[in-house]
């Protein structure tokens, strides 16, 4: 197991920066003593003792990537379980994603699908049977062949929770193989988002029956295709794959191993790459995103993302089930402040309940902008012309939510609206808006598809069991025409559903877009072929070390 | 024979304090809003989802039959399966204690080793100028925050000078210990000024005792009257002083681990709340609790073999 004492030796805190880092905590400890003891004032501190004006380290040379080497990646949270089928957490998929692999996968800009263990596939002219060719010579990393019997068995174990993904393959009516090799899906009705739906990381592959094993036990040292094998997990302290000798794509993976490590603290986090004691920080906050911009042999590097955060308005508790005091308050939220205050400056405002990250995304969407002007005469059409006392719902500890709280109180009360802020923790907070127990509050989503159907059916779709994303918003000419992409193949004509969905979601103000952010990941700059998709997922086979 | 019959009975009245905890702990953390299927789910919850995961974790039963549940476990030695984690809270518990009673035990050691010399050298040089300083200066100490002087220390010890590692436990015993004495320094700073001041209090009552007089006109040095005959009588009191605040500092390590990236039960504490997984939270407050008079019971100990006034009954 390796710890967070132990680096490559290629990359261990050299002499010379310890010098540099000598004369900038020096400097710093003078800044301390200057700026006082808040948070930032700490962040900047930490992050300035790396390096003082000269730039990052230039990284990027175009050496052939080299073989070997462990690559530690810090992170604020634990991966919790492997039971691809059951498991939401990010932290647990984007480590099991080195393990399992599907029989597609979602282009890096998020935008198609490609693609991966099958290698081709046909439909029929009634749109209802696919049939699938799976790549020849895969083999799972005990050293099995990966034949269309592991597929079926994947696809069906998928399909039959509960609780648990089965909603993504809801329009899957039967697998079946004709042959080894050959493996052919019947769906219910017409359904466009099949492709995109089975590179969803739950639909990755495993050997059929577990390989013989008891499905728990199986989770526990999982095997799938994927560049990396099953190692090491200390439960709440890190985790590692080792490479698969029998991957097969050619020369794939780099790296000998993989370790994701816990590292609650950010100021920690930050310090280890810093020390170069880690190669990749997961989770640096956007505060901290700019000084480590500065710090020599550190890149941030900031991904596109779906990640969308949103104002969540119970339409159950009037009078948010008035559309004027919803769009009043979706035309009083000044984006541009909270992304300079939440985001730093590094994200944009939002216009659509789609972000630019997915397929069908459209720009033109009438969104709601800041503008007073139209946010107090869409107040005086409303059922509540002089105003009215509202609670806001917001994740204690949680700067994001504290600071759109603010910005928010301030807006509202040029409305006449008085809100109050009530702190509970997170779990308290995702507990009360799934319950419908609030009045206004914040969420967001991060897509797990290149497809949006699946926030769509979160949103609108009563059938997608989330209460409209927990607001109650019930909108049959939304539901209509949500249902209606679903069955549509053509993508101009898919566009335009979309285009028109978006449009009546953003006017009916059902879930006021905040903003688009990305995914930030600070790396030492030896970290070569790093890259992060817009669903979070990042293919560790690439990686080399310099 | 008579100290392991003491033993032994404070070991028996342990199992009260255990089950009185259980019971707090059990339906204290039920009055907490959130729902350990709610908080699992994520951002995908849906109502069957809910139900089918209650079911599954036997969070559809009634209160008072979960208890039993927990209870008719808890008598077999097993403390019940993590919700997030889907295995045993005993494996995930004793995998995590190590790096906290390491930050424990080396805590209180360096707080002793730092706090004997500087309060005889105090109370030996009573109203001097090393006296007023070693009452003043480690109070400083006790006014910083555990999260800002650890960082400080990474700063300079580790960053700087490059002396200890900034985080993380290391491997092998030499590795624990490298990595250990940061983090023991930083709970160990805050314990000093607490000590100093009773056991130079201490000291120089017996100081003034007729004893001390009677050694001294014995012709004694001072050295061997401070240490040989004032300091043990001195010690008694701050023993239980120390005894107490490390009880304390039991509850308290989560910030400091928190920083160090030692990933102790207190982290393990503190994302199973977050996460609403009662199990760890049941498991990891019954041996904090066990700890804490684990604590207590060592401190009578010491104080009854330095007083042999003190009767273990």
New interface residues.
Partial sequence: ?A????GPPSDA?TRRQ?MV??EM?RRSMLRLGLAG?GGVG?AS??AA?GGGASSSGASGATAPPKPGGALTLVRS??S??F?KTMV??NASIWVYNQIFEGLTIGSADGHNVEPWLAESWTQSDDRLTWTFKLKQGVKFSNGTPMTSADVKFSLDEASGT????E?INSAIDTVTTPDPATIVIKTKYPWAPLLADLACPSNGIIPVNYGGKAK?DFY?APVGTGPFAWDTW????SLTLKKNASYWRPGLPYLDSVTW?????D??RN??I??G?AQINENPPFSTVDQLKGVPNVTVTLFPSTRTDYILMNEQRPPYNDVHVRRAISYAIDREALVKAVLFGNGTPGNSLFMPTVPYYDKNTPGQTFDMAKAKSEMALSSVPTGFTTTYLASSGDSTDAAIAQVLQASLKQLGITMNISN?????V???Q?KLNYEISH????MDINDPDELVQ?AVLPS???HSFNTSYNSSQAQDLATQAQKTFDPAQRQQIYSQLQALLAEDAFLPTLFYQPFPYAMRSNVQGFSVKPTGLYDMATVSLA | MNQVLYILRRLVTLIPVLLGISVLVFFLIQLVPGDPAVTLLGSHVTDAGVAALHQQLGLDQPLWRQYVTFLGRLLHGNLGESYQYKSSVSALVLQNVVPTVWLIVTGALFAVLISVPLAVWAASRRGGAADNAIRSIPLVGLGMPAFWLGIMLVLLLSLKAQLFPASGFGTGFVGHVESIILPALTVALALVPILVRSLRAGLLDVLQSDYITTAHSKGLGTPRVVLGHALRNAAVSSITVLGVNIAYLIGSTIVVERVFALNGIGYLMLTAILNRDFPIVQGVTLVFAVMVVTVNLLTDLAHAALDPRVRLA
């Fill in positions: 197991m710890s967070s004492t132990e805190f310890a880092a000598h905590s003891l700490l501190l930490l003792c949270q634990d919790v379980d039971d939401f957490s509960t609780g648990g993904w909603f728990k526990t200390q439960k709440g302290n490590q816990v590292i609650p603290d100021n920690t310090v280890m810093q020390g004691t509970s923790d997170p779990s308290a995702h507990d009360m799934n969420s967001y989503w991060t979160f997608g069991g989330g």
